[in-house]
């Protein structure tokens, strides 16, 4: 079953390369969105994801507080560099990317 999920999700970084380099001249401003659960260090981690990139970062916290939104606006150099971002931060536990 890892497998096929593991094929499933190369699947689909493969159409959205293809995708970015279609609607895009590099470099870009890209703008990355997430939902992290607000637990111990999930937003942080984000932002440390983007770190040193010259980023601009907006978190906006959910009614209940149990989620954060957090929009990354960056300048990304290629399609394979936003890739990289999106599986760079798929290990925080909970996180979504919309």
């Known amino acids: 079953m890892d497998q096929e999920k ?3 999700t190369a699947e ?3 159409r959205l390369k293809v995708e970015l380099d279609m609607s895009n001249s590099w ?3 890209y703008l990355f969105k997430f939902i992290v659960p607000s637990v111990d260090d999930n937003v942080v981690r984000v932002e440390n994801a983007f770190d040193c990139m010259g ?3 907006k978190t906006t916290k959910s009614k209940t507080g149990k989620f954060t939104s ?3 606006d960056v ?3 290629d399609a394979q ?3 990289d971002k999106y599986i760079e931060v798929s290990v925080i ?3 979504v990317s919309l």
Request: negative net charge; proline residues 4%; charged residues 30%.
């Open 81 to 83: 560099e936003i890739i």
């Open 27 to 29: 470099p870009a401003e």
């Open 93 to 95: 536990e909970g996180i």
């Open 75 to 77: 300048q990304m150099k």
């Open 55 to 57: 980023a601009v970062i």
């Open 70 to 72: 957090v929009s990354v």
């Open 6 to 8: 593991e094929k499933t």
């Open 12 to 14: 689909f970084y493969e």
